[in-house]
């Protein structure tokens, strides 16, 4: 485990003033959380209309899911946040995360990591043996081959990121069914996949300065905001052509995704000669969030609300 280059405790911070539930949920990433079980949500609603199950028939399933995956996810951001700590503390964005000022030590740290990945995974294995697997895949992918391997070496980072990103909504479909090649959980896992790498690149471009100070190879550090533009629109129109996947699950899904990802695309070449890049990169990571949140709230709502009209 990497050692901070600095003494946290002579930064500034106030580390006595933090309450145990701020520095808990500062560790465990709740805002990441919250929008992952969304994304593993939206795949346990589609396979609840495909396969025609009632809501209240895998009601028990459901509520280990959502449990199993909080905490899984949660131990992952622990993880994260303990190996990262010698480069959070460069960042503005990420300076003040307890792992770095002191507010929750190592072993601290990495107790509460494995207690919550081994009881989200308990729990995950009674929602679905299949959904621990995809538990555990996700929770190895984001420590191992992205934050300890990737992260620190290669301008590629985000796309092997982005595989445990596009996992929530596989262990939400095998919390329900097995049957993990239907094209309904195959269009939703492409779409997640694409999606994180814009969104990332315009985190990446808001944030370039402080990634060039700690050393992390983010692609317009290494490659230039040009390369990163235009990388941008290679995968916005990826994202556009994968909304043919969600046809044989819903037309009318699969036109609300390639319409969001039409606009997505205009707006990115609307907007980058008029814009600075960090204001093009705002108005891009915005409206990432506003995509993926209705895309995602319309597939729960119609994978909820069509069985009331069969």
Same mark, same amino acid.
């Given at each position: 485990m990497r050692t901070i280059r600095e003494n946290p405790l002579d930064a500034g911070y106030d580390i006595s003033a933090a309450s145990f539930s701020k520095v808990?949920?500062?560790?465990?990433?709740?805002?990441?959380?919250?929008?992952?079980?969304?994304?593993?949500?939206?795949?346990?609603? %589609?396979?609840? +209309?495909v396969h025609q199950i009632p809501f209240f028939d895998k009601?028990?399933?459901i509520v280990l899911a959502l449990i199993g995956s909080a905490l899984v996810i949660g131990s992952a951001g622990a993880f994260n946040n303990l190996y990262d700590r010698d480069i959070d503390i460069i960042m503005e964005r990420t300076k003040k995360r307890p792992t770095v000022t002191g507010q929750i030590t190592t072993k601290a740290g990495l107790a509460l990591g494995f207690v919550m990945a081994a009881v989200g995974l308990v729990t995950l294995y009674y929602a679905s043996p299949l959904a621990a697997v995809f538990g555990f895949l996700g929770l190895f992918l984001y420590v191992v081959p992205y934050t300890m391997w990737t992260?620190?070496?290669? /301008?590629?980072?985000?796309?092997? $990121?982005?595989?445990?990103?596009?996992?929530?909504?596989l262990?939400?479909?095998?919390?329900?069914?097995?049957? &993990? &090649?239907?094209?309904?959980?195959?269009? +939703?896992?492409?779409? &997640?996949?694409?999606?994180? %790498?814009?969104?990332?690149?315009?985190i990446a471009i808001r944030r370039m300065?402080?990634?060039?100070?700690?050393?992390?190879? %983010?692609?317009p550090v290494v490659k230039? +905001?040009?390369?990163?533009?235009?990388?941008?629109?290679?995968?916005?129109? #990826?994202?556009?052509?994968?909304? !043919? #996947?969600?046809?044989?699950?819903?037309?009318?899904?699969?036109?609300?995704? $390639? #319409? #969001?990802?039409l606009a997505?695309?205009? *707006?990115? *070449?609307?907007?980058?000669?008029?814009?600075?890049?960090?204001?093009?990169?705002?108005?891009?990571?915005?409206?990432? +969030?506003?995509?993926?949140? !209705?895309?995602?709230?319309? /597939?729960? $709502?119609?994978?909820?609300?069509m069985p009331l009209f069969n």
């Amino acid at each position: 485990m990497r050692t901070i280059r600095e003494n946290p405790l002579d930064a500034g911070y106030d580390i006595s003033a933090a309450s145990f539930s701020k520095v808990l949920f500062d560790t465990i990433k709740t805002g990441i959380i919250k929008s992952n079980l969304i994304a593993m949500f939206a795949g346990l609603s %589609m396979a609840l +209309l495909v396969h025609q199950i009632p809501f209240f028939d895998k009601i028990g399933s459901i509520v280990l899911a959502l449990i199993g995956s909080a905490l899984v996810i949660g131990s992952a951001g622990a993880f994260n946040n303990l190996y990262d700590r010698d480069i959070d503390i460069i960042m503005e964005r990420t300076k003040k995360r307890p792992t770095v000022t002191g507010q929750i030590t190592t072993k601290a740290g990495l107790a509460l990591g494995f207690v919550m990945a081994a009881v989200g995974l308990v729990t995950l294995y009674y929602a679905s043996p299949l959904a621990a697997v995809f538990g555990f895949l996700g929770l190895f992918l984001y420590v191992v081959p992205y934050t300890m391997w990737t992260k620190r070496s290669t /301008i590629y980072n985000t796309e092997v $990121g982005s595989l445990s990103g596009a996992t929530p909504p596989l262990i939400g479909w095998a919390a329900i069914s097995p049957d &993990m &090649m239907h094209t309904g959980i195959l269009a +939703l896992f492409v779409m &997640m996949l694409i999606w994180q %790498m814009p969104h990332f690149y315009a985190i990446a471009i808001r944030r370039m300065e402080e990634y060039r100070a700690a050393k992390v190879p %983010m692609l317009p550090v290494v490659k230039g +905001l040009r390369r990163t533009y235009l990388q941008t629109n290679v995968y916005l129109v #990826l994202l556009l052509l994968s909304s !043919v #996947l969600f046809w044989d699950f819903s037309p009318f899904v699969a036109v609300t995704a $390639g #319409l #969001l990802s039409l606009a997505w695309f205009v *707006l990115s *070449l609307a907007t980058y000669r008029r814009k600075q890049a960090e204001s093009w990169a705002k108005t891009m990571f915005i409206f990432s +969030l506003n995509h993926i949140t !209705v895309l995602l709230f319309i /597939i729960i $709502g119609y994978s909820l609300i069509m069985p009331l009209f069969n």
